[in-house]
C-alpha cells in the first residue's frame, strides 16, 4: 500500500510541505469522491473483482465432488485429495476460506450442491456495504490562504539553525 501511494504523490514530495500536503489532500479529495459515485452506481452485492474471483472459483469446482455427512458440514472429493467443508461456520480444512474471506473451490462446490447463493458466504469486506462505508466520509474542499481567517498572533516560523556558518 505504502508503494501505491508513494508512486500516486511522486510529483508532490519534491515542494514545500505545505504544497505537499496540500497536493495530497486533493488528490484524496477527489479520488474518495470518485470511488464514492463508483459505489453508489454500482448495482451488485459483492465488489467486482471479488465477484470475477468467485467465478474463476465456480468453473474450477465442478472438479470437485461434495458428500454431505451432517448439519452444514461435507467431505469435498477429487481424486485422491479431500477436504471437510463446513458451511455454518464459513470453513474449510484449505484454510483459504478462513484466510481470505471468500469461498474456496471445495466450498463453492458445496453451495452448488445445495442449489445456493454464493453472496451469503463471502466476507463482508468484500460487499458494496463496506466499500461504501469506507469513502462515505467527505474531505472538504479548502478556501486558498488569501481567504484564511487573519489571527493576532505571529505566524510560526521554523526554529534557527545552530552550528551554521555564515559568510
Known amino acids: 500500500m505504502s508503494e501505491s501511494f508513494n508512486s500516486t504523490i511522486v510529483d508532490a514530495r519534491e515542494k514545500p510541505i505545505v504544497t505537499m500536503l496540500e497536493e495530497i ?3 484524496l479529495m477527489t479520488r474518495w469522491a470518485e470511488n464514492r459515485e463508483l459505489g ?10 471479488i465477484r470475477f474471483r468467485l467465478e474463476k472459483r465456480s468453473r ?23 477436504f471437510s467443508v463446513d458451511l455454518g461456520t464459513h470453513e474449510c480444512s484449505c484454510r483459504m476460506w478462513q484466510m481470505s474471506g471468500i469461498p474456496c473451490v471445495h466450498a463453492i462446490s458445496c453451495i452448488k450442491f445445495n442449489g445456493l447463493e454464493l ?7 468484500y460487499k458494496i456495504e463496506a466499500y461504501l462505508r469506507c469513502y462515505e466520509s467527505i474531505i472538504q474542499p479548502l478556501n486558498g490562504p488569501d481567504l484564511w481567517e487573519r489571527t493576532s498572533h505571529p505566524d510560526v516560523m521554523p526554529p534557527p539553525i545552530e552550528g551554521l556558518v555564515t559568510s
Open 119 to 125: 453472496e451469503p458466504f463471502v466476507d463482508g469486506c
Open 25 to 27: 489532500r486533493v488528490k
Open 60 to 82: 474450477l469446482a465442478g472438479e470437485w465432488r461434495p458428500y454431505w455427512s451432517a448439519a452444514q458440514k461435507y467431505e469435498v472429493i477429487n481424486g485422491l485429495d479431500k
Open 40 to 49: 453508489q452506481n454500482y448495482s451488485g452485492l459483492i465488489l467486482p473483482r
